[in-house]
């Protein structure tokens, strides 16, 4: 083919993105407003990224249903991060060129961080779904939903020395921020700590845990995401070692697909903690996300949906006392909302950082029990 | 306007990248897999002086392109040792060895965590904070990157380069010491991505590894590739495609619940479309 053919490719493709973000409906006006929303939607953390975008529509649903926001409309935006810091940047930069959205929703630090700098020049607030704090530290506009590592592993590496859960303590973790905070929350409460790292998306624990054991180490701290707690508890249970596992959440760290793949003994004990309502499962949000998507229902699924639903509707109480495209509203206004409809037993923020309320849990008899 | 801007610097700064790597690939026929990995180096050290030493961006840069052309004549030195598909090999794992020191050598690059609150550049007291003054710098070291390709091509080292390509033994036999000139081509390239890693740094603001995995090389050898190898034209073009395909897909109306998977694969296709009917790419002399 000739060269020109290339070049008119190269054009067709220039002028599609131009057409097509002219196309695009500018909102940000009197008469809608608007949530722009970066999540992995492909790639490794799709798996929590397509649940957690998932219950985010299901409350824009519900809010429209019940007739919007001081009657007018919301609409919510999604773009692919691919948890990609430049894939991050670029889906702001078409959002806010595209839409100009009242308020952001990110999901995880990296992509946060990356796309940092572009909410602060727009002035634009946003929730980061995050374990650690680097974002919210650096970003007056960002507010911070989700566990925090640092405290909740200090907070649980505290409470198993109470209980004298172990004699010599390892961390099992994966290189990246949130293990990184979590790790810091452990060092706060226990100095001497065995440390075991290994890169995201490794399939092999077995090489790690008989480090674990040939050391002497009886229990390990992590935070670990789907579907590492499934290749985790299995390749225990076959190797058979007697280590203990404190983890983070509780239902990111057992779930029904961990209780197929391990076995009883193996999960026995385990520690961990979580900010989800005791009867969560139970819950008319949770059976209603499983009927929608059967096929989701051995994963923590339903988790990651709360926690976008939670994000809405916070956001929603946040913009309430706003018009439709007054950002700075929503940023005031987000520091002091306290009447969010949670389902994940939060209550607004403090200091741009979501309050949650913790509880210990052991697993004990295939369930997970309160210990506090 | 402010997507387009930023669309136009991220081509500029593949386009850096793209050109870099055509001149070890396209025009001396060294399959490396090390571009991403001293497009880390220099990101990373521009970071860290900028950050760390409080350094302006200039300065960080040029130290950023010398530690880089350090890295680069330690690493060429041994992968000069190889040969064909061994020299791709190598370089694949040099790639793994510089991402796996990123990841874990915490005390300087803060391991996962990244380099966050990069400063944007300045130049005589005026900071170029917003993304039209950054576009016209990043253009600036995309045209002088080009220019520089360009020279190298049309003088007798290119010629020599490519004649290393096409037959080293012959072109040894002359006398001509191939694996100097090897060195020096792949020194020039790494410095060029270290030049790019720093304005990347800058740019973006943030930097963690994963931005300089494997996957990095691979995209950069694919612009070059769909451009068209010993082609600098090709290596810009290629840039430009690449970058705009993925945002283009973005407009396409997919249903939300399958629209970033369709678009991966729609992505793929073309790129497979393209490759079946134009082998040798946009504008390229011959196919690897």
Known sequence: MKKSFWIIVILVV??????????QKKNGTAEEYTIGAIVPLSGNTASVGVPFSEGM???????????????????????????????TVSAAEQLISAHNP????VLFNL????ASSVFRNAEKPFLEWDYSRSVVDANPFAFKTGFDAKTGCEELVRYAQTRHYYKKLGVLMSKTPYNQSCFEGVKNAESNVNEYWYTFGSEDFKTLLGKVYHDGVDAVVLIP????????????????YPIKVICATASECIYPSVESAASPKTLEGTLSVDFLPKDFFQSEFSRAFEEKFPNQKDHPSVTWAALGYNDVMTIMSAMKSCDPGDSKCITRSLNTVKDASSIIGSNGFQDRIQDLTLRMQIYEKGKWVDVE | MDYFIHIAIIVSIY??????????????????????????????????????????????????????????ILIGIVLSRFRDDYYALGSFGFNVIVWSIFLNWQELTRGPLGIPGIKRPELFGFALDGNSSFLILSMCFALIAYLACEFISASSFGRVLKAIREDEEAIRVFGYKTHLYKLA????????????????????????????????????????????????????LGA?????????????????????????????????FLMLYRPEGMMGEYRL
């Open chain 1, 14 to 23: 220039v002028v599609l993105v131009g057409y097509g973000l002219m196309r």
């Open chain 1, 57 to 87: 529509k299901i409350a824009v649903d519900e809010i429209n249903e019940a007739g919007g926001i001081n009657g007018k409309p919301v609409y919510l935006y999604f773009q692919d991060g691919e948890f990609s810091g430049t894939k």
């Open chain 1, 102 to 105: 009242d308020v952001f929703d």
């Open chain 1, 111 to 114: 992509p946060a961080q990356a």
């Open chain 1, 225 to 240: 995401i789907d579907p590492e707690p499934v290749r985790l508890f299995k390749q225990l249970r076959d190797l058979g």
């Open chain 2, 15 to 72: 386009a850096i990248l793209g050109l870099s790597l055509n001149l070890i690939v396209g025009y001396t026929g060294l399959l490396s897999m090390t571009q991403a990995a001293f497009y880390g180096i220099g990101a990373y050290a521009t970071a860290i002086l900028m950050t760390s030493v409080g350094m302006n961006f200039f300065l960080s840069l040029a130290l950023g392109a010398l530690i880089t052309g350090v890295a680069s």
């Open chain 2, 185 to 236: 081509i792949f020194v020039i390239g790494a410095v060029m991505a270290g030049i790019a890693g720093a304005l990347f740094a800058s740019y973006i603001t943030f930097i963690d590894p994963s931005t300089f995995s494997l996957n990095e090389s691979i995209f950069i050898l694919a612009i070059i590739i769909m451009g068209g190898l010993a082609s600098n034209k090709g290596a810009v």
């Open chain 2, 240 to 272: 430009l495609f690449l970058v705009l395909l993925p945002e283009a897909l973005r407009f396409v109306g997919f249903p939300s619940d399958i629209a970033a998977q369709m678009r991966q694969a729609v992505y793929g296709l073309i790129l497979i």
